[in-house]
């Protein structure tokens, strides 16, 4: 049940309503199709055979990618266009593979497949789904972004992978140009079922200005095995901080890899989904009027990444978002986020109505954060969270980070009176109680429930820290069969 009705269970869909099935003519060698794309001419042999198969359909059809005569499990494409009313159906036991060549994906600016210091985007996506209705990616197959395999075409060619290039913006402050793997822009009703994206060059999907989005079952993964070792224990000088190319990727080394961001959107579902990545796992954004709103996050499972985070982007509004039975395990990242609310004055607006119920939570450098100076950019647009809930909140600790730290934070300045407004409620930390790196412009209400870290609050008139209500004693929400190893679920996973 959702906050705009009941949503099912999508289904694969049925054999009458296949328009083709598209075989595969590759075969991967140890996961990889490095070997059968060194020149950029042989980049993207699928492409225009499943564009074709798309174009060919009406709607409520499908497109299905299926095995070769001989077994062959591959596709090697570039970009792809979905249609209106069009499910691209990827079977189990095959992969999509993006082409790594920057040429493939250029939009016209020039610049894919670099680091510049312009923002300016040059790359398309993988997949783009533009105006669609009852459009969709389904099936237990894979699609596989490449993101550590050294580039064919342009300036880095041989010389750097799409990570390695993401990475310049640590070291170099530049802007990557890689491409996302799905982008699904404006439409209604798209639909990801169970599909696998793994190993994006960037972003892993993005909507905007979609109305009804249903991701189900989804698995998302950066980086995987291919690119990179069990536990992700990188041989010492093999990550893109010590080595170009790097040889060997983990999570905290593979840039602005977002898992699921949906951007001027309204009734976006995430249930049962499983997501480790480099950046967001989540990052609700919201730029342009009417914003962002009817948004429920259920039955997930998070590992690696930087958060269920809401912005930077806030200034077109986030409303009415629940989450539920969200378990989290950050696997001691130093770049660990649980919940978090970012944002800027260059980029903020009112968030409101949101509600956190049920989460477990352990290994997490920062499980809470709440920031609405998020950056030192400089604006008029003046972030304000507030209608905050946290309920049944259950922390396990974390050897490295104990009890994390903690950042409750409203916006009061430049004339502005927007503290936050946040409720908690049987909100308990095992062991080492966090720390509270920042608790200003808050105004808390506790309980009835426990709070175990409420001493730790002080009312403070100067910093405007105010608290209603009193926490009591409540059960701590039962996290014993919470936490499941990713790899029980994707074979692929390090971890």
């Known amino acids: 049940m959702t906050q705009w009705g009941t ?26 199709v490095d070997s059968l794309d060194s020149t950029p001419a042989s980049s993207s042999p699928d492409t225009a055979r499943i564009q074709a198969a798309i174009d060919g359909c009406t709607t409520g059809q499908a497109v299905k990618l299926i095995q070769g ?36 994906y250029d939009n016209g600016v020039g610049t894919c497949g670099t680091a510049t210091a312009a923002n300016t985007k040059s790359c398309l996506p993988l997949i783009l789904a533009k105006g669609t209705t009852g459009s969709g990616i389904v099936g237990d197959g894979i699609i596989d972004g490449r993101g550590g395999s050294v580039i064919t075409n342009g300036p880095n060619a041989g010389l750097r992978s799409w990570w390695d290039v993401a990475y310049q913006n640590k070291t170099a402050g530049l802007n990557q140009q890689n491409p ?101 796992h989540v990052a609700v954004k919201s730029s342009t009027s009417p914003g962002t709103q009817n948004l429920t996050f259920a039955h997930n499972h998070f590992y690696y990444g930087h958060g269920l985070s809401i912005g930077s982007e806030t200034n077109g509004g986030v409303s009415n978002m629940a989450v539920s039975d969200l378990t989290m395990d950050g696997n001691d990242s130093p770049n660990g986020n649980g919940l978090r609310i970012k944002s800027d004055v260059s980029r903020g607006g009112t968030v409101n109505g949101v509600t956190y119920t ?28 507030t209608g905050i809930t946290i309920r049944d909140f ?17 916006y009061e300045a430049n004339g502005q009176n927007n503290p936050l407004v946040i409720a908690l409620d049987n909100v308990v930390f095992d062991g080492t109680q966090p720390t509270l790196s920042k608790s200003a412009a808050t105004h808390f209400t506790l309980g009835p429930g426990a709070v175990s870290f409420s001493n730790q609050i002080v009312t403070s008139s100067a910093n405007d820290v105010t608290v209603s209500g009193s926490p009591g004693n409540s059960v701590p929400v039962d996290c014993s069969a919470a936490f499941v190893p990713l790899n029980s679920v994707l074979p692929s996973s390090p971890i």
């Open 7 to 32: 949503v099912s269970e999508p289904a694969l869909p049925s054999a009458s309503s296949l328009c083709a099935s598209v075989p595969a003519t590759l075969a991967p060698i140890n996961g990889s």
């Open 358 to 385: 049920g989460v477990c939570m352990r290994n997490t450098a920062q499980p809470l954060v709440f920031d609405p100076f998020y950056s030192s950019a400089n604006g008029t647009l003046y972030p304000n969270f």
């Open 69 to 104: 005569s001989a077994g062959q499990s591959a596709f090697l494409s570039g970009p792809l266009h979905l249609k209106s009313g069009v499910t691209l159906w990827i079977d189990q036991g095959i992969t999509l593979f993006a082409s790594r060549n920057p040429a493939d």
């Open 180 to 280: 996302r793997l799905v982008q699904v822009t404006g439409g209604t009703n798209f639909t990801l079922y169970r599909v696998t994206l793994q190993n994006s060059p960037n972003f892993n999907v993005v909507t905007d200005g979609v109305s009804g989005v249903t991701a189900w079952s989804l698995k998302i993964l950066t980086p995987s095995l291919a690119y990179s070792v069990k536990g992700y224990a990188c041989p010492a000088g093999s990550t893109p901080d010590k080595l170009t190319p790097a040889t060997c990727f983990t999570p905290d080394t593979v840039k602005n890899t977002d898992g699921f961001d949906p951007g001027q959107s309204s009734n976006v579902l995430l249930a049962y989904s499983y997501i480790s990545t480099g950046d967001d």
């Open 394 to 410: 259950h922390y396990l600790g974390s050897t490295k980070y104990k009890g994390g730290k903690l950042t409750f934070q409203g």
